[in-house]
Nanobody
Framework: QVQLVESGGGLVQAGGSLRLSCAAS????????MGWFRQAPGKEREFVAG????????LYADSVKGRATISRDNAKNTGYLQMNSLRPEDTAVYYC????????????????????WGQGTQVTVSS
């Protein structure tokens, strides 16, 4: 079991940037794949970005491609999501997830593949 705690959300103007963090504990951080998802009011939780165990492979949703960068520091047991050029439609609760599944792009973007989730951090982008 792994415990995840997100931080770094907040209120930002359109065009601004935020860096979200996901602090992990409970198991060796490098043993699991990590992903970021988000959920806006009235909508399902959707994939944002995912990263392999070593950090060498990443995947992004089309909606954030070119504006988001996912990374991880296995020595610090922390994952990150840098979001730039934020838009009002990026407003959502952002969650980090962890999975021990065998790596594939399908696993990265499949919400049900993730076994552990954090409590989420709110990102609000004003126009």
């Amino acid at each position: 079991q792994v415990q995840l705690v997100e931080s770094g959300g907040g209120l930002v103007q359109a065009g601004g940037s935020l860096r979200l963090s996901c602090a992990a504990s409970g198991r060796t951080f490098s043993t699991y794949i990590m992903g970021w998802f988000r959920q806006a009011p009235g909508k399902e939780r959707e994939f944002v970005a995912g990263i392999s165990r070593s950090g060498s492979n990443t995947l992004y949703a089309d909606s954030v491609k070119g504006r988001a960068t996912i990374s991880r520091d296995n020595a610090k047991n922390t994952g990150y999501l840098q979001m730039n050029s934020l838009r009002p439609e990026d407003t959502a609760v952002y969650y980090c997830g962890a999975t021990f599944s065998t790596y594939s792009n399908t696993v990265l973007y499949t919400r049900t593949a993730y076994e552990s989730w954090g409590q989420g951090t709110q990102v609000t982008v004003s126009s």
